[in-house]
């Protein structure tokens, strides 16, 4: 291997890492055992939470597939790309700022591949509510596999009128 090609490598990796320091955390619910392995990790199904950055009130919980075994403990496993998503409305809807259809709520590396999981968000004005997409895509090519859920914008408590999601759409 050529400098130049240890140079490129490293600084792909470096991007790669910021990249993924930047992304949203979420919250580890739990995690499923699907498959054993001995001596390596098992293969999971992993319950995650998140909450939409720019719209209090609302959180998503989504499971993703986790691969175990040896290239999985050393973190180059090849990640499938099934994904289920659930979406709710946890207390008043707050919206912080416009945002445009399908924005981006939480994205994460998947892969040392250039894979990444995806939430965004769209607004369905007619009908006042909040539609969320879960997906992952690939740098050269994405997955049809896909999880949809939907949050209807309701009144919360005694805090009147419920906000309309069309107001807040920019462009």
Excluded at 56 to 68: D, I, K, N, S, Y
Aim: with cysteine; charged share 25%; glycine share 8%.
């Amino acid at each position: 291997m050529t400098r130049w090609m240890r140079t490129a490598l490293f600084a792909g990796f470096a991007a790669l890492a910021a990249m993924s320091a930047a992304a949203q955390e979420p919250d580890a619910i739990f995690k499923k055992s699907t498959v054993w392995k001995f001596l390596t990790p098992d293969d999971k199904l992993a319950v995650y939470g998140v909450d939409d950055p720019d719209v209090e009130g609302v959180a998503c919980h989504f499971t993703l597939p986790e691969r175990g075994g040896f290239k999985g403990m050393i973190g180059v496993a090849e990640q499938v790309s099934d994904v289920s998503l659930s979406c709710r409305q946890i207390g008043p809807i707050k919206f912080k700022e416009k945002f445009e259809q399908g924005a981006v709520v939480f994205r994460q590396s998947r892969s040392v591949f250039f894979k990444k999981v995806q939430i965004v968000r769209g607004c369905d004005a007619k009908r006042n509510v909040l539609v969320y997409l879960v997906y992952t895509d690939k740098l050269i090519e994405g997955s049809p596999q896909n999880s949809t859920s939907s949050v209807p914008i309701m009144p919360w408590g005694a805090t009147g009128d419920a906000p309309k999601c069309g107001e807040w759409i920019s462009g």
